[in-house]
């Protein structure tokens, strides 16, 4: 059996920057078993397996390690796969997820993802999250991963965590964030997930989901722009609407092959 893939930079206008994924359409399933040992020989933060049904496009996304209920940047990667190598022509791509509906359009030469918004709640910071990153804490808040403020975009950019120590806390990540020091950009973040085998993803587009709501409520603005200060880096383009967050970016072709297995 011979199945094609494609690999993606998304949030990126360029190639060998934004975060890498690997998007295969299928006819049909693969056993989830397969599609897992798939991911792992890729080695990427996310392998996408979209498959058309009648509802719409059902996309699931694999870690190295397992399966995950919602992945952005491979989500991104999949759309322009679907625009790109195999014709689709909707101005708007309807994906079935685990985390329900979810769609991408196109907007201003750019992908725009329409996630669900996942406002974080306080927990408060413990003497456990301080140690894990190697740093002061100024406010420690909770929703799919746990999400941390620090107080400067260079204590962002700066931070060092323990890998170890960040595994063993009881979210499957953590991001780190803080306001934009200058004007490019509203704020930036990163995130770790070592449990799930990504010790950095470089750029990522679920996290923006709690992301958004919470710097939108802290300056008073519906329209952002981010920065996922990864070694790669990437740019997204952040609105709020309601209880949904549209999330864009750009995506480049890196590469194409074909997959022997069996």
Not at 98 to 124: I, M
Not at 194 to 211: K, R, Y
Request: glycine share 8%; net charge negative; hydrophobic share 40%.
């Amino acid at each position: 059996m011979q199945l094609e893939f494609h690999q993606v930079d998304a949030f990126s206008d360029r190639p060998f920057a934004g975060n890498p994924a690997m998007v295969y359409r299928l006819d049909a399933w693969l056993s989830d078993e397969l599609m897992q040992r798939i991911a792992t020989e890729h080695n990427l933060s996310e392998t996408a397996f979209v498959v058309r049904e009648a509802q719409g496009w059902h996309i699931r996304w694999f870690t190295p390690t397992n399966e995950v209920p919602l992945c952005g940047h491979a989500t991104l990667a999949s759309a322009y796969v679907l625009y790109e190598k195999y014709g689709e022509t909707s101005d708007t791509i309807q994906f079935i997820s685990q985390s329900g509906p979810l769609s991408v359009s196109r907007e201003n030469g750019r992908l725009l993802l329409d996630f669900p918004s996942l406002p974080p709640s306080e927990v408060g910071v413990t003497v456990d999250i301080e140690r894990a990153l190697n740093t002061e804490v100024v406010d420690a808040l909770g929703a799919a991963a746990l999400l941390v403020v620090l107080e400067s975009e260079q204590a962002v950019r700066d931070c060092k965590p323990d890998m170890a120590a960040i595994a063993r806390l009881p979210w499957p990540g953590v991001i780190i964030t803080a306001k934009g020091d200058g004007d490019a950009h509203d704020f930036v973040s990163r995130y770790f997930a070592p449990g799930n085998g990504i010790p950095e993803d470089p750029v990522t587009g679920s996290t923006h989901c709690s992301l958004i709501p919470y710097w939108s409520a802290r300056l008073n603005k519906f329209s952002l722009t981010a920065y996922q200060s990864s070694a790669r880096g990437g740019e997204l383009f952040c609105r709020l609407e309601g209880d949904r967050v549209k999330i864009g970016g750009y995506a480049t072709l890196v590469a194409s092959g074909v997959l022997t297995v069996g």
